[in-house]
Nanobody, 115 residues
Framework: VQLVESGGGLVQPGGSLTLSCVASGFTFSSYAMSWYRQAPGKERDVVARITNGGAVTHVTDAMKGRFTIFRDNAKNTVYLQMSSLKPEDTGVYYC?????????WGQGTQVTVSS
């Protein structure tokens, strides 16, 4: 199993980024997927989750209305679309397999929101 995130970078407050996570080594369409974030000096927390078919999603309250999770099972890819970014959104964003119970993690991609 391999999960490879990309799309992070430096963005100004109010800006947008879309993260991608390409999965391999398992039947992607059979698994829910999640995005987590680890801010500097803090624990890793869930950001968003999506069921295997994409019909059901959950976004943490602090990000609702700004972040969207979606997936393309034909491309084995899950995305996190982020807008109206704030400095407190800074952190390493991880893609992980599962919803609640997560067994495989990517290496993470750094997102820095700063002027």
């Amino acid at each position: 199993v391999q999960l490879v995130e990309s799309g992070g970078g430096l963005v100004q407050p109010g800006g947008s980024l879309t993260l991608s996570c390409v999965a391999s080594g398992f039947t992607f369409s059979s698994y829910a997927m999640s995005w987590y974030r680890q801010a500097p000096g803090k624990e890793r927390d869930v950001v968003a989750r999506i069921t295997n078919g994409g019909a059901v999603t959950h976004v943490t309250d602090a990000m609702k209305g700004r972040f969207t999770i979606f997936r393309d099972n034909a491309k084995n890819t899950v995305y996190l679309q982020m807008s109206s970014l704030k400095p407190e959104d800074t952190g390493v964003y991880y893609c992980t397999r599962g919803w609640g119970v997560n067994d495989y993690w990517g290496q993470g991609t750094q997102v820095t929101v700063s002027s």
